[in-house]
C-alpha cells in the first residue's frame, strides 16, 4: 500500500520530527563522504520552505549505548548548515532538558539536529533481542525504551520517517515513536518514498525481461534473496565469491577460492529448482593472491590449486553484458569480484557500463545499495542508473520479501 509522505502534510507552524540516516564516515570529525546527507536535503526542504519546525534525528556508527566523542552529530550539523546555506542548531543530547530546551526555541522555518540516538542504549535494544533472542529485554530495561520513546515523542506534532536504511530495524525512532503518535500524524519522505517506488515496483510490476545480478562473499547471505526472486524474475547473474560454492557443488576444482562447504547441497538445489534462470560464471580471473602485481591467468573449468578466483571472466561478462543489455528491468546486489583492486575490477565495471547502456535504452535499472552502490561511485556512472539504494541491509531484506513494520505502521496513502 502506498504511503503518505511529507508533501502530503501541512506542516506550517508544526514541530515535525524527521528520522533520517546521517550515519556518514568521518576521519578526525571531517566528513568523507556526505551522499547522504544530500540524498535527505528535498524532505529537509519540504518541510523548512513551508514553515515547519524540523527536528532531525539519526544515528551515527556504533557507541554501544554510551557517549563517544567520535560518534557526536556535531560536525553533521556544521555540514549540513553549509548545505542549507541556514544555520542548523544543534542539540548536546536527543532527549531531557537540552533537547527539550532546543526544541521550544524553533521557529518556522528553524532546523535543529538532535545528538546520536545510540548515546542511549533503548534504541536499539529490542532489535538486538531480535538478533540474539538470549538477550531480550528485561521489565526494567522495557519501561525504560517506553519511556525513550516517550521523551523522543513529545518532540513532535508529526513524524517522517527518511531513513531507508534502518527501515529493517525495529529501533524506538523507527517503530515506537511514530506507534505512539498516532494514525494521521506519521509519514514518509522523499526517500522512502523512491525507495518503495522503484524496489517495490520491481517486485510486484517488473517490466520484462526482469533480470537479477547477485554477487558477494556468500551464497547464505543471499539465499533468501534467490529464492524469493525465483518467483518473480527471468534470470539471475551469479558473481562474487560465491560462485565458487556452486561451482564446487558441480565437482569444479576452485583451488584456494572463497567456499561454503556446509552450503554445497543447498547450492545444488538452488540449481535443480532454478533450472536455466540461475546463470552461473564460465569463467574467473585467478590469481595466487589479491594484488595488483601478482600474474593472473583465465580459468574455464577448474581454477588450479593455490590459486583463487577473484572476478568473472571475459566469456562470462560478454554473456552477461548481452542478458543485461536485453532486460527491461535490473536490480543489481552485491560486486562481480574485489573490485577494489585492479584488475579484479573489470567484471563489475563491464556490469556497470552494461546496465548504464541498458538504461539508455528504456531500462529501469536499480542498484542495491552497499559494495554495488559504492562500485558505480567509483566509477563514476552513478548517474546513469535509474535508482540507487541508500540501504544495503534494507534494499536486500526487501528483495527477500520481509515486510518492514517500521513502514507498514505509517499512515497510508
Not at 508544526?14 to 535527505?40: C, H, Q, S, W, Y
Not at 525495529?170 to 515513536?177: A, F, P, R
Request: proline share 5%; net charge neutral; hydrophobic share 40%.
Amino acid at each position: 500500500m502506498p504511503k503518505k509522505s511529507i508533501a502530503d502534510m501541512d506542516v506550517s507552524g508544526k514541530r515535525v520530527l524527521m528520522r533520517v540516516d546521517f550515519n556518514v564516515p568521518l576521519e578526525n570529525g571531517v566528513i568523507t563522504d556526505d551522499g547522504r546527507i544530500v540524498k535527505a536535503l528535498n524532505s529537509i526542504r519540504s518541510v523548512t520552505d513551508r514553515g515547519g519546525r524540523l527536528i532531525l534525528m539519526s544515528h551515527l556508527g556504533r557507541p554501544k549505548g554510551k557517549v563517544d566523542p567520535d560518534s557526536s552529530l556535531r560536525p553533521v550539523a556544521k555540514h549540513l548548515s553549509e548545505l542549507l546555506r541556514k544555520e542548523v542548531t544543534f542539540a548536546e543530547d536527543c532527549i531531557g532538558t537540552k533537547a527539550d530546551a532546543a526544541v521550544a526555541t524553533l521557529k518556522s522555518g528553524d532546523v535543529l539536529l538532535l545528538e546520536n540516538l545510540r548515546f542511549h542504549p533503548e534504541e536499539d535494544l529490542i532489535d538486538k533481542a531480535k538478533q540474539n533472542p538470549n538477550k531480550m529485554p528485561t521489565a526494567e530495561q522495557r519501561v525504560k525504551i517506553d519511556r525513550f520513546a516517550d521523551a523522543l515523542a513529545r518532540h513532535a506534532d508529526l513524524y517522517c520517517n527518511d531513513a531507508f536504511g534502518t527501515c529493517h530495524r525495529k529501533h524506538v525512532s523507527m517503530y515506537d515513536v511514530p506507534l505512539k503518535l498516532g494514525a494521521g500524524r506519521r509519514v514518509c519522505g522523499f526517500l522512502v518514498q523512491r525507495e518503495l517506488q522503484f524496489l517495490g515496483d520491481a517486485l510486484t510490476s517488473p517490466a520484462r525481461p526482469f533480470i537479477a545480478i547477485l554477487g558477494g562473499a556468500k551464497v547464505s547471505d543471499k539465499i533468501k534473496v534467490i529464492e524469493s526472486l525465483l518467483s518473480t524474475v527471468d534470470g539471475i547473474l551469479i558473481g562474487g565469491a560465491m560462485a565458487f560454492t556452486f561451482w564446487a557443488s558441480q565437482g569444479r576444482g576452485i583451488g584456494k577460492s572463497l567456499c561454503e562447504p556446509d552450503r554445497l547441497e543447498l547450492a545444488k538445489g538452488l540449481l535443480a529448482k532454478a533450472g536455466a534462470r540461475l546463470h552461473l560464471p564460465s569463467d574467473s580471473i585467478c590469481a595466487a593472491e589479491i594484488d595488483p602485481k601478482e600474474k593472473t591467468l583465465v580459468a574455464e573449468t577448474n581454477i588450479p590449486d593455490g590459486m583463487m578466483g577473484l572476478d568473472i571472466g571475459p566469456q562470462t561478462i560478454s554473456r552477461y553484458g548481452d542478458v543485461i543489455r536485453s532486460a527491461k528491468t535490473v536490480v543489481w546486489n552485491g560486486p562481480m569480484g574485489v573490485f577494489e583492486t585492479p584488475p579484479f575490477d573489470a567484471g563489475t565495471r563491464a556490469i556497470a557500463h552494461a546496465l548504464a547502456e541498458a538504461t539508455r535504452r528504456g531500462a529501469t535499472t536499480i542498484i542495491g545499495g552497499g559494495d554495488s552502490a559504492a562500485a558505480v561511485e567509483q566509477f563514476g556512472m552513478a548517474d546513469q542508473m535509474t535508482h540507487i539504494s541508500t540501504g544495503g541491509g534494507a534494499s536486500l531484506e526487501f528483495l527477500e520479501g520481509k515486510k518492514f513494520e517500521t513502514i507498514e505502521i505509517l499512515d497510508d496513502a
